[in-house]
């Protein structure tokens, strides 16, 4: 995944013209792994068809 994830940073730098430096990228990596991590749980929680979004989200 690791080999990924560099991939993926590499385009989205290019793609964004966003300079990333070497030193930086293991705190990128670290960071897109959590995200993806996170993501993944939200993408795995089971919803029954009939779920349907909220019209207003309120704090």
């Known amino acids: 995944m690791a080999d990924h994830l560099d ?3 590499n385009a989205v ?8 430096e070497d030193a930086w990228r293991p ?4 960071n897109l792994e ?3 991590r996170l993501a993944r749980l939200v ?3 089971p919803l ?12």
Request: charged residues 20%; glycine residues 0%; negative net charge.
């Open 34 to 36: 959590v995200s993806l």
């Open 7 to 9: 991939d993926y940073i």
């Open 13 to 20: 730098a290019s793609a964004m013209a966003l300079p990333v």
């Open 48 to 59: 029954p068809d009939e779920t349907e979004s909220a019209a207003i989200y309120s704090a």
């Open 27 to 30: 705190a990128v990596r670290a």
């Open 43 to 45: 993408d795995d929680f």
